[in-house]
């Protein structure tokens, strides 16, 4: 399920959440920014894409159907709810160990959060 600036628009909201409580799994994706994450606590898998371009979203479908995403959030998310509650601090982020970049040796940093 993608979402784009879910946080000023209600009706994303309520079709994200009633999709959450299906108990079915849902990838929810965030195409703008990653604050729409404070919106779905519930979410047990979700990526931010940062934006629309043909690149974005071609790493976006890659990442859906297997491949191993790598980074870390440049900010903060705070609850909705309760803003002084941290939901996903800086720097969370996935790593898979050690693998190759371009015939180089790289090792990934821990996951933190």
Known sequence: MTTD????DPGQQALVNALLATGKPVTVV?????????YFPS???YLAAYG??????SALVADLFGAQPLG??????????????VL????TGLHYG???NRGRRVCHE???G
Not at 30 to 38: E, F, K, Q, S, T
């Open 5 to 8: 600036n879910a946080w000023a």
């Open 30 to 38: 965030a195409l703008g920014g990653p604050y729409d994450l404070a």
């Open 43 to 45: 979410a047990q898998t």
């Open 52 to 57: 629309y371009q043909p690149d974005t979203l």
């Open 72 to 85: 870390h959030l440049p900010v903060t998310i705070h609850s909705a709810s309760d803003p002084s509650s």
């Open 88 to 91: 996903v601090p800086y720097r």
């Open 98 to 100: 050690c693998g190759t």
């Open 110 to 112: 821990a996951a933190s």
